[in-house]
C-alpha cells in the first residue's frame, strides 16, 4: 500500500497508531462517497466553501465550485469541496469583524489537517477573502484564490444603482428628510439585483484588488462581475492552475513578502480602497511576521496618486474598472512605484507581467498619471496625543475643507448612547463639533462595527449639513464617505486616550500635519485615568477567546497566539 503522505489522500492520515491502517480505513470511507479506486490515487484539491443561506454576496459559490471541480477533473486531480464558515458583513451580530479571526482559524485548520496536495479558496464578502489569506499565510499550503466577482450596478429611473454606496447616499438623504418612506422603500429593492459582492470599490472589491496584488489571483480575474461567464472561465482555470501547483509549488510564503506587501499598500492608495484593507492586509503580513508600518504608509502616500474613478469617491462601479482594463491597467500605469520582483502564484514576476501594455485603457475610469483625480493616495495615517499608535483618515472620501480645525468634542459612549441621542432635536451640537465615538473598537462588546460613519445629528442634517468630523476606534464601511477619523489605537477598551474623552474638550486635527491630539491638560487626563476601569471580560466562548487575545487596529486586530514567534517588527 502507498503510504507517501506527500500526495493525495496519504496526506496527513488520521491518530490510529497504524498509519497503514489510518489510510486503509480513510479510503473505505472515501469508497462509500462513490469513487472507484483509480480516483482515490489522484492528487486531491481542496476547495473551500463559503456558500451559505445568510450570504447574498456568495450566491454564485456553489456554481464556481462546479467550474473548479471540472478544471481539476481535468488536469487529472481529485477535487473535494469542503465547508468553512461564512461571513456576510450585515448578516452577523454584533459585527462579521468580531468573526474574521475565527473563520481564519476554521480555515487553516481545514487546509491543514484535511488530506489536500493544493486548495482553492472560494469567497468574496468582506471578512472572508481576509480570512482566507490569513489562513494561508500560515497553512503555508500552495493555494489559488478565486472571489466571487462584484455585483452589476442597475438602472433605475435615470441613475445607476449598487450597494452599498448608494445605500448610504439614499439613507442620509432619507434622514435629512429630502427622500420619501416610500422612495426609500422602492429603492431597498433597487441596490443589489445581482449576485455578487458590493458593486464599488468598497472592502470586498479592494480586497479582490489586493489579493490579487499579492500573487493570489491569477492576473485580471480580480474584478470579473460575478455574473459574467468570464467568472466561471476563471474558477476552472483555478482548478487547472491549482493542479499545476502540486508539481511546481508557489506557497504563500514565497507571495507575502515585505516587497509584495509595499506594492498591495501602494494599489490600495492609487484605488482610494477601502480603509478596512490596511487593518486586513495588516493581519495577513503580520501572520508571515511582516510588520506594516503607518508612517511608511504616509509616505508611501504622499507619493501615489488616486487613479481609479469607482464610488465612493468617485462615480463609476466595478463592471467599469473591469471594462476599463482592471488591475492589470492599474498596475501597469503605476509599476515605477512597485517592486516588480515579486511574484504571483502562477511563478511570474510582476516585472514580467507588465512587460506589455494593456491593448485598452478606458481613462475615464482609470486615470493616466499625468491627469490624476488626486495627486496623493487615498489614505493617510495620524498621530498625537489621541492617537499614540495611529488613526485612520481616508482623504479622498472627505471634505478638504475640514482637513484644519480646532473644535469641541461631542462624546458619544458606545452605540446605545449614539443611538439613544443622535437624533434628539435638544441635542446640544453644531456643525463645527467633533462628534466622538468611543467603546466601539476590537475589545469591545461592539467589536468594532462599521459603525465610524456617525450619521449626522438629524437636525443638523435637515438644515442641510452633509460632513462633519467624526472620530472612533471603530471602522466605518469601504463604501462609505466624509471626513471621518477612524482605527484610533489604542481604542477606548484597551484604556487609550479615547477613554478619558469628555464632551467639551477640544480636539485639534491637522492632516497636513498627521496629527489628531486632545487638548486637555496632564493633570486632568491623570484624575479621569483613575477613575476609569476596564470593563469585564466576558465568560465564556468566542467572545472570551477575542478579550483576551485581540490585537489593536495598527496591528490588524489579528488573535495574539496567531502570529509568529519570529515576528518581525
Same mark, same amino acid.
Given at each position: 500500500?502507498?503510504?507517501?503522505?506527500?500526495?493525495?489522500?496519504?496526506?496527513?492520515?488520521?491518530?490510529?497508531?497504524?498509519?497503514?491502517?489510518?489510510?486503509?480505513?480513510?479510503?473505505?470511507?472515501?469508497?462509500?462517497?462513490?469513487?472507484?479506486?483509480?480516483?482515490?490515487?489522484?492528487?486531491?484539491?481542496?476547495?473551500?466553501?463559503?456558500?451559505?443561506?445568510?450570504?447574498?454576496?456568495?450566491?454564485?459559490?456553489?456554481?464556481?465550485?462546479?467550474?473548479?471541480?471540472?478544471?481539476?477533473?481535468?488536469?487529472?486531480?481529485?477535487?473535494?469541496?469542503?465547508?468553512?464558515?461564512?461571513?456576510?458583513?450585515?448578516?452577523?451580530?454584533?459585527?462579521?469583524?468580531?468573526?474574521?479571526?475565527?473563520?481564519?482559524?476554521?480555515?487553516?485548520?481545514?487546509?491543514?489537517?484535511?488530506?489536500?496536495?493544493?486548495?482553492?479558496?472560494?469567497?468574496?464578502?468582506?471578512?472572508?477573502?481576509?480570512?482566507?489569506?490569513?489562513?494561508?499565510?500560515?497553512?503555508?499550503?500552495?493555494?489559488?484564490?478565486?472571489?466571487?466577482?462584484?455585483?452589476?450596478?442597475?438602472?433605475?429611473?435615470?441613475?445607476?444603482?449598487?450597494?452599498?454606496?448608494?445605500?448610504?447616499?439614499?439613507?442620509?438623504?432619507?434622514?435629512?428628510?429630502?427622500?420619501?418612506?416610500?422612495?426609500?422603500?422602492?429603492?431597498?429593492?433597487?441596490?443589489?439585483?445581482?449576485?455578487?459582492?458590493?458593486?464599488?470599490?468598497?472592502?470586498?472589491?479592494?480586497?479582490?484588488?489586493?489579493?490579487?496584488?499579492?500573487?493570489?489571483?491569477?492576473?485580471?480575474?480580480?474584478?470579473?462581475?460575478?455574473?459574467?461567464?468570464?467568472?466561471?472561465?476563471?474558477?476552472?482555470?483555478?482548478?487547472?492552475?491549482?493542479?499545476?501547483?502540486?508539481?511546481?509549488?508557489?506557497?504563500?510564503?514565497?507571495?507575502?513578502?515585505?516587497?509584495?506587501?509595499?506594492?498591495?499598500?501602494?494599489?490600495?492608495?492609487?484605488?482610494?480602497?477601502? *480603509?478596512? @484593507? =490596511?487593518?486586513?492586509?495588516? %493581519?495577513? &503580513?503580520?501572520?508571515?511576521?511582516?510588520?506594516? !508600518? /503607518?508612517? $511608511?504608509?504616509?509616505?508611501?502616500?504622499?507619493?501615489?496618486?488616486?487613479?481609479?474613478?469607482?464610488?465612493?469617491?468617485?462615480?463609476?462601479?466595478?463592471?467599469?474598472?473591469?471594462?476599463?482594463?482592471?488591475?492589470?491597467?492599474?498596475?501597469?500605469?503605476?509599476?515605477?512605484?512597485?517592486?516588480?520582483?515579486?511574484?504571483?502564484?502562477?511563478?511570474?514576476?510582476?516585472?514580467?507581467?507588465?512587460?506589455?501594455?494593456?491593448?485598452?485603457?478606458?481613462?475615464?475610469?482609470?486615470?493616466?498619471?499625468?491627469?490624476?483625480?488626486?495627486?496623493?493616495?487615498?489614505?493617510?495615517?495620524?498621530?498625537?496625543?489621541?492617537?499614540?499608535?495611529?488613526?485612520?483618515?481616508?482623504?479622498?472620501?472627505? *471634505?478638504? @475643507? =475640514?482637513?484644519?480645525?480646532? %473644535?469641541? &468634542?461631542?462624546?458619544?459612549?458606545?452605540?446605545? !448612547? /449614539?443611538? $439613544?441621542?443622535?437624533?434628539?432635536?435638544?441635542?446640544?451640537?453644531?456643525?463645527?463639533?467633533?462628534?466622538?465615538?468611543?467603546?466601539?473598537?476590537?475589545?469591545?462588546?461592539?467589536?468594532?462595527?462599521?459603525?465610524?460613519?456617525?450619521?449626522?445629528?438629524?437636525?443638523?442634517?435637515?438644515?442641510?449639513?452633509?460632513?462633519?468630523?467624526?472620530?472612533?476606534?471603530?471602522?466605518?464601511?469601504?463604501?462609505?464617505?466624509?471626513?471621518?477619523?477612524?482605527?484610533?489605537?489604542?481604542?477606548?477598551?484597551?484604556?487609550?486616550?479615547?477613554?478619558?474623552?469628555?464632551?467639551?474638550?477640544?480636539?485639534?486635527?491637522?492632516?497636513?500635519?498627521?496629527?489628531?491630539?486632545?487638548?486637555?491638560?496632564?493633570?486632568?487626563?491623570?484624575?479621569?485615568?483613575? %477613575?476609569?476601569?476596564?470593563?469585564?471580560?466576558?465568560?465564556?466562548?468566542?467572545? $472570551?477567546?477575542?478579550?483576551?487575545?485581540?490585537?489593536?487596529?495598527?496591528?490588524?486586530?489579528?488573535?495574539?497566539?496567531?502570529?509568529?514567534?519570529?515576528?518581525?517588527?
Amino acid at each position: 500500500m502507498d503510504t507517501d503522505e506527500k500526495r493525495g489522500l496519504a496526506r496527513n492520515v488520521a491518530g490510529y497508531g497504524d498509519r497503514d491502517f489510518s489510510l486503509y480505513l480513510r479510503r473505505s470511507f472515501a469508497r462509500s462517497m462513490g469513487y472507484s479506486p483509480a480516483m482515490l490515487e489522484r492528487p486531491v484539491v481542496g476547495i473551500v466553501d463559503t456558500s451559505s443561506g445568510y450570504n447574498n454576496c456568495h450566491r454564485t459559490v456553489p456554481e464556481l465550485i462546479e467550474a473548479v471541480r471540472r478544471g481539476v477533473l481535468a488536469a487529472g486531480g481529485l477535487p473535494l469541496p469542503f465547508p468553512t464558515i461564512s461571513l456576510c458583513e450585515p448578516a452577523l451580530f454584533p459585527t462579521s469583524m468580531h468573526y474574521r479571526n475565527l473563520a481564519a482559524l476554521d480555515t487553516e485548520a481545514m487546509l491543514s489537517a484535511q488530506p489536500m496536495d493544493a486548495a482553492v479558496l472560494v469567497g468574496g464578502c468582506d471578512k472572508t477573502v481576509p480570512a482566507q489569506l490569513m489562513a494561508a499565510a500560515s497553512a503555508d499550503l500552495p493555494v489559488v484564490g478565486l472571489v466571487t466577482g462584484p455585483m452589476l450596478a442597475t438602472f433605475y429611473q435615470g441613475e445607476r444603482l449598487a450597494a452599498c454606496t448608494d445605500c448610504r447616499r439614499y439613507w442620509a438623504a432619507y434622514r435629512a428628510g429630502r427622500v420619501s418612506a416610500e422612495r426609500i422603500g422602492e429603492i431597498e429593492g433597487r441596490l443589489a439585483t445581482t449576485a455578487g459582492t458590493c458593486g464599488v470599490m468598497g472592502t470586498a472589491s479592494t480586497m479582490a484588488c489586493l489579493a490579487e496584488t499579492l500573487g493570489f489571483l491569477p492576473a485580471g480575474t480580480a474584478s470579473i462581475p460575478a455574473v459574467h461567464a468570464e467568472r466561471l472561465a476563471a474558477a476552472e482555470a483555478a482548478g487547472a492552475l491549482a493542479m499545476r501547483l502540486i508539481e511546481a509549488p508557489v506557497r504563500p510564503s514565497q507571495l507575502i513578502t515585505r516587497e509584495s506587501v509595499e506594492n498591495a499598500l501602494t494599489v490600495l492608495l492609487a484605488l482610494g480602497g477601502s *480603509t478596512n @484593507a =490596511l487593518i486586513h492586509l495588516t %493581519a495577513i &503580513a503580520g501572520r508571515r511576521g511582516i510588520a506594516v !508600518d /503607518l508612517r $511608511r504608509l504616509n509616505e508611501l502616500s504622499d507619493a501615489t496618486p488616486v487613479l481609479v474613478d469607482l464610488k465612493p469617491t468617485g462615480d463609476g462601479y466595478m463592471e467599469d474598472f473591469h471594462a476599463a482594463g482592471g488591475l492589470p491597467a492599474l498596475l501597469h500605469e503605476i509599476k515605477d512605484l512597485l517592486h516588480l520582483s515579486a511574484i504571483d502564484v502562477t511563478g511570474r514576476s510582476l516585472g514580467e507581467r507588465l512587460a506589455t501594455p494593456p491593448v485598452f485603457v478606458d481613462r475615464r475610469i482609470i486615470r493616466a498619471r499625468a491627469e490624476p483625480i488626486s495627486p496623493v493616495g487615498g489614505l493617510v495615517a495620524l498621530f498625537g496625543s489621541l492617537a499614540p499608535r495611529g488613526a485612520i483618515l481616508k482623504r479622498s472620501a472627505a *471634505t478638504p @475643507a =475640514l482637513f484644519e480645525r480646532e %473644535a469641541r &468634542a461631542l462624546v458619544f459612549d458606545g452605540l446605545e !448612547d /449614539l443611538a $439613544r441621542r443622535i437624533d434628539d432635536p435638544d441635542l446640544d451640537v453644531t456643525p463645527e463639533d467633533f462628534l466622538v465615538l468611543k467603546n466601539a473598537g476590537p475589545l469591545s462588546a461592539a467589536g468594532m462595527p462599521e459603525a465610524g460613519y456617525l450619521p449626522i445629528p438629524q437636525k443638523l442634517a435637515r438644515a442641510g449639513v452633509k460632513d462633519m468630523v467624526r472620530i472612533s476606534d471603530c471602522r466605518m464601511s469601504g463604501t462609505a464617505f466624509g471626513t471621518i477619523v477612524l482605527h484610533v489605537a489604542p481604542e477606548a477598551a484597551a484604556g487609550g486616550p479615547l477613554a478619558l474623552v469628555e464632551t467639551g474638550d477640544r480636539i485639534r486635527l491637522s492632516v497636513a500635519e498627521r496629527r489628531l491630539d486632545l487638548l486637555v491638560e496632564d493633570a486632568v487626563l491623570a484624575r479621569r485615568r483613575a %477613575a476609569w476601569q476596564a470593563r469585564p471580560a466576558p465568560a465564556r466562548g468566542w467572545n $472570551r477567546l477575542v478579550a483576551e487575545q485581540v490585537l489593536q487596529a495598527d496591528e490588524g486586530c489579528d488573535l495574539a497566539f496567531m502570529k509568529p514567534a519570529d515576528a518581525k517588527t
